[in-house]
């Protein structure tokens, strides 16, 4: 099983982005019954918590993204998204998702979102 983060890119402040997260070689009875949860990454700062869905989609965001980003999954595609709208340079990060608990030591290369002032 791989997590494959995908969707980044280099985008003027104001745009938008839509990020995915596809747990590769896995099956639905052990993607679906995780919490997912997008984090980002900067040099030299530690990961943070960017945005979080559950089994019965509960989400829930860090305050710096409230109202512009949306988290979402598609079960049967075994794939978590990441809808960025209003990027803000401050939001350029490596970003990454991981799925708790089956995937919980499972981390993908991420993917790099660059935004431009």
């Known amino acids: 099983v791989q997590i494959v983060e995908s969707g980044g890119g280099l985008v003027q402040a104001g745009g938008s982005l839509r990020l995915s997260c596809r747990a590769s070689?896995?099956?639905?009875?052990?993607?679906?019954?995780?919490?997912w949860t997008w984090y980002r990454q900067t040099p030299g700062k530690q990961r943070e918590l960017v945005a979080a869905?559950?089994?019965?989609?509960?989400?829930r965001y860090a305050e710096s993204v409230k109202g512009r980003f949306t988290i979402s999954k598609d079960n049967s595609r075994k794939t978590v998204y990441l809808q960025m709208n209003s990027l803000k340079p401050e939001d350029t990060a490596v970003y990454y998702c991981?799925?708790?608990?089956?995937?919980?030591?499972?981390w993908g290369q991420g993917t790099q979102v660059t935004v431009s002032s």
């Open positions: 070689g896995s099956i639905l009875s052990t993607f679906s019954p995780n919490t």
């Open positions: 991981n799925g708790v608990p089956n995937f919980r030591d499972i």
């Open positions: 869905i559950t089994s019965v989609r509960d989400t």
